[in-house]
């Protein structure tokens, strides 16, 4: 099975609308992160909800999680140019041992068009 | 801000040739990993390192795959008979305790196996 599948896979929106990416998962979790990346470049942590939450907000972005559908959303108010990256959703399983591997989504294409 | 940095940007190697990826992870950090992205597809976990051993690996990181942090800071990926398929991102990351921590990310390698 497959953990942290994102939709929409692609997304296109004006400068100044709201975008909402989505994100499902199957396993029990520790937190769901968000993450973005540039075109070839890194990802760059965006925020983290732990599995004892329900939203977070961080700027522009609001991140919700539901633990009985093993769902998160990531929302993005008015968007900008510059917010155009790939976004993925990553999950942290409860782990005995040391560290916190991360389980990736394919991640959401956002186009934001000036 | 910290950061994770990683060399090189881009590495070329012939197949079959042993290649060693370089992070240099942020100063006070324990955990360390990484990750590798094929090109279009999603972030993969490889491997975790913690007190100078591997606490967890993924099926990928099999028997040509090893790490090393040879001093106190470089944190090192060794591939010993490159393959084709191992043409990829490789993203090193790290975090400061286990648990609830958003990974710290490098811009990664891009190798290419001719």
């Known amino acids: 099975s497959q953990q942290g599948e994102e939709d929409p896979q692609a997304l296109s929106i004006q400068e100044g609308e709201n975008a909402t990416m989505n994100c499902s998962y199957k396993?029990?979790?520790?937190?769901l992160q968000w993450y973005r990346q540039n075109s070839g470049r890194g990802l760059v942590h965006l925020i983290l909800i732990r599995s004892n939450e329900r939203e977070k907000h961080s700027g522009r972005l609001r991140v919700t999680l539901d633990t009985s559908k093993k769902s998160s959303s990531l929302l993005i108010t008015a968007s900008r140019a510059a917010d155009t990256a790939s976004y993925f959703c990553?999950?942290?399983?409860?782990?005995?041992?040391?560290?916190?591997?991360?389980?990736f989504g394919e991640g959401t294409q956002l186009t934001v068009n000036p | 801000e910290p950061e994770v940095t990683q060399t090189p940007s881009h590495q070329v190697t012939q197949m079959g040739q042993e290649v060693i990826l370089r992070c240099v992870p942020i100063s006070n950090h324990l955990y360390f990993y990484w990750y590798r992205q094929i090109l279009g597809q999603k972030v993969e976990f490889l491997v975790s390192?913690?007190?100078?051993?591997?606490?967890?690996k993924s099926e990928i990181f099999d028997d040509q795959f090893s790490v090393e942090r040879p001093d106190g800071s470089n944190f090192t990926l060794k591939i010993r008979s490159t393959k084709l398929e191992d043409s990829a991102m490789y993203f090193c990351a790290s975090t400061r305790d286990r648990g609830n921590q958003p990974q710290h990310f490098g811009d990664g390698t891009r190798l290419s196996i001719l």
């Open positions: 390192f913690y007190n100078n051993e591997i606490s967890e």
């Open positions: 990553a999950t942290a399983s409860p782990q005995e041992t040391s560290g916190s591997r991360l389980t």
């Open positions: 396993t029990s979790i520790n937190n």
